[in-house]
C-alpha cells in the first residue's frame, strides 16, 4: 500500500508490525481508499442515527427501510465533498503509520455496543488529529474539519441544544413576538407559546428552532468551501454570519406565518410551505458562500493582472 512511512518506535512495536502485515496483504488498495471508506461510515452513522431517533426500529417495513437513504442537502454536499477531495488526492495521498492508527481506533467506536453518539466522539477526535497534526497535507485537514462538522451537526450540535433550549426558545419566542408587532398581528407571549388574537397559537419546539438550522447551515458552509478548495479566507467567513443571520430570519418568518391559522400552520409546517423553505435555506448559506469564493477569485485575477503590468 502506498505512502506509509514506518515511525521506527511504531515499526518496533505489535502496531507497527500490524501496519506492516496490513501493507503486504492489500496490494493494489490506495490509502485515500482507506479515507473514504471512513468517510462514508461517518455519513451513514449519521444517517442511520437521525432515522433511529424518529423511527421505531423494532417494526421496519418496505417504506421504513428506503427512508434510511434520507440524506439532506448537508450530508449529501459533505459526501460530494469528501469524495472529491479523496479523489483528488488518490495518487498523492500518503499516511503514515500514526495515521493510519488515528483511522482504526475511530473505527473502533462504531463497534456495538457502543451507543449512537459514540461513533461520532472517534470521528471527532480523528478530525481533530488530521486538521492540526496534519495541517501541512490540505486534502487531511479538510477532511478532518468535515468530520468534525459532520459529527457536530450529527451529535454535539443537538446535545449542547438539549442542555440550554429552555433559554433559547424563550428568546426565539420574543424576537418572533417583536417581529409580528411590527407586522401588527399582536401576539402575546406565554413561554414558548405564541398566541394570535384569534384565538390559534403555536407552541415552538426545539426541532422548529433555528438552532437546528445553523448547524446544517455550517455544514453546507464547509462542504461548498471545500469543493471550491483554497484556504477559508475573511470573505468565507463573512459569508457564513450572513448566511446563518438569513437563516435565522427565515425560520422566525416561516414560525411567524404558522401563527395567522390553522391553514397556513399545517401549510407551512407539513405543506408545499415546507419545502419552500428547505430550498430557500439551502439558498441562503449556499448563495453568499459561493460569492464569497467568486470574489475571492476576481480578487486573486485582479491581483495578478496587476503584477504582470
Given at each position: 500500500?502506498?505512502?506509509?512511512?514506518?515511525?521506527?518506535?511504531?515499526?518496533?512495536?505489535?502496531?507497527g508490525?500490524?501496519?506492516?502485515?496490513?501493507?503486504?496483504?492489500?496490494?493494489?488498495?490506495?490509502?485515500?481508499?482507506?479515507?473514504?471508506?471512513?468517510?462514508?461510515?461517518?455519513?451513514?452513522?449519521?444517517?442511520?442515527?437521525?432515522?433511529?431517533?424518529?423511527?421505531?426500529?423494532?417494526?421496519?417495513g418496505?417504506?421504513?427501510?428506503?427512508?434510511?437513504?434520507?440524506?439532506?442537502?448537508?450530508?449529501a454536499?459533505?459526501?460530494?465533498?469528501?469524495?472529491?477531495?479523496?479523489?483528488?488526492?488518490?495518487?498523492?495521498?500518503?499516511?503514515?503509520?500514526?495515521?493510519?492508527?488515528?483511522?482504526?481506533?475511530?473505527?473502533?467506536?462504531?463497534?456495538?455496543?457502543?451507543?449512537?453518539?459514540?461513533?461520532?466522539?472517534?470521528?471527532?477526535?480523528?478530525?481533530?488529529?488530521?486538521?492540526?497534526?496534519?495541517?501541512?497535507?490540505?486534502?487531511?485537514?479538510?477532511?478532518?474539519?468535515?468530520w468534525?462538522?459532520?459529527?457536530?451537526?450529527?451529535?454535539?450540535?443537538?446535545?449542547?441544544?438539549?442542555?440550554?433550549?429552555a433559554?433559547?426558545?424563550?428568546?426565539?419566542?420574543?424576537?418572533?413576538?417583536?417581529?409580528?408587532?411590527?407586522?401588527?398581528?399582536?401576539?402575546?407571549?406565554?413561554?414558548?407559546?405564541?398566541?394570535?388574537?384569534?384565538?390559534?397559537?403555536?407552541?415552538?419546539?426545539?426541532?422548529?428552532?433555528?438552532?437546528?438550522?445553523?448547524?446544517?447551515?455550517?455544514?453546507?458552509?464547509?462542504?461548498?468551501?471545500?469543493?471550491?478548495?483554497g484556504?477559508?479566507?475573511?470573505?468565507?467567513?463573512?459569508?457564513?454570519?450572513?448566511?446563518?443571520?438569513?437563516?435565522?430570519?427565515?425560520?422566525?418568518?416561516?414560525?411567524?406565518?404558522?401563527t395567522?391559522?390553522?391553514?397556513?400552520?399545517?401549510?407551512?409546517?407539513?405543506?408545499?410551505?415546507?419545502?419552500i423553505?428547505?430550498?430557500?435555506?439551502?439558498?441562503?448559506?449556499?448563495?453568499?458562500?459561493?460569492?464569497?469564493?467568486?470574489?475571492?477569485?476576481?480578487?486573486?485575477v485582479?491581483?495578478?493582472?496587476?503584477?504582470?503590468?
Amino acid at each position: 500500500m502506498q505512502g506509509f512511512q514506518s515511525i521506527a518506535t511504531l515499526v518496533s512495536s505489535p502496531a507497527g508490525r500490524a501496519v506492516r502485515i496490513f501493507k503486504r496483504s492489500s496490494a493494489g488498495l490506495a490509502d485515500a481508499d482507506i479515507i473514504l471508506t471512513y468517510c462514508l461510515a461517518i455519513i451513514f452513522a449519521a444517517v442511520v442515527g437521525k432515522w433511529i431517533g424518529s423511527h421505531d426500529a423494532s417494526v421496519l417495513g418496505v417504506g421504513d427501510i428506503f427512508n434510511l437513504a434520507d440524506i439532506n442537502a448537508g450530508e449529501a454536499l459533505a459526501v460530494t465533498a469528501m469524495v472529491s477531495i479523496t479523489y483528488e488526492s488518490r495518487r498523492i495521498l500518503s499516511l503514515t503509520s500514526l495515521d493510519f492508527l488515528v483511522i482504526i481506533a475511530g473505527a473502533l467506536f462504531f463497534l456495538p455496543p457502543a451507543p449512537p453518539s459514540c461513533p461520532f466522539l472517534g470521528a471527532t477526535l480523528a478530525g481533530l488529529y488530521f486538521w492540526r497534526a496534519r495541517g501541512e497535507i490540505p486534502a487531511l485537514a479538510s477532511l478532518g474539519q468535515l468530520w468534525i462538522a459532520i459529527s457536530t451537526h450529527a451529535a454535539w450540535g443537538p446535545f449542547v441544544f438539549r442542555t440550554i433550549s429552555a433559554p433559547i426558545l424563550r428568546l426565539e419566542t420574543l424576537m418572533i413576538a417583536v417581529l409580528g408587532h411590527v407586522a401588527g398581528l399582536g401576539l402575546v407571549v406565554q413561554g414558548a407559546q405564541l398566541a394570535a388574537p384569534s384565538g390559534w397559537s403555536v407552541y415552538i419546539l426545539g426541532p422548529c428552532s433555528s438552532f437546528h438550522n445553523l448547524s446544517l447551515a455550517v455544514l453546507v458552509w464547509l462542504s461548498l468551501l471545500k469543493l471550491a478548495g483554497g484556504p477559508i479566507k475573511a470573505s468565507g467567513w463573512a459569508a457564513l454570519v450572513v448566511g446563518a443571520a438569513l437563516v435565522i430570519v427565515l425560520n422566525m418568518v416561516r414560525i411567524l406565518l404558522m401563527t395567522l391559522s390553522e391553514a397556513h400552520y399545517e401549510y407551512w409546517h407539513d405543506g408545499s410551505g415546507r419545502n419552500i423553505f428547505i430550498c430557500l435555506t439551502f439558498a441562503a448559506i449556499a448563495v453568499p458562500t459561493v460569492f464569497s469564493r467568486r470574489s475571492t477569485r476576481r480578487g486573486q485575477v485582479s491581483a495578478a493582472e496587476r503584477w504582470s503590468q
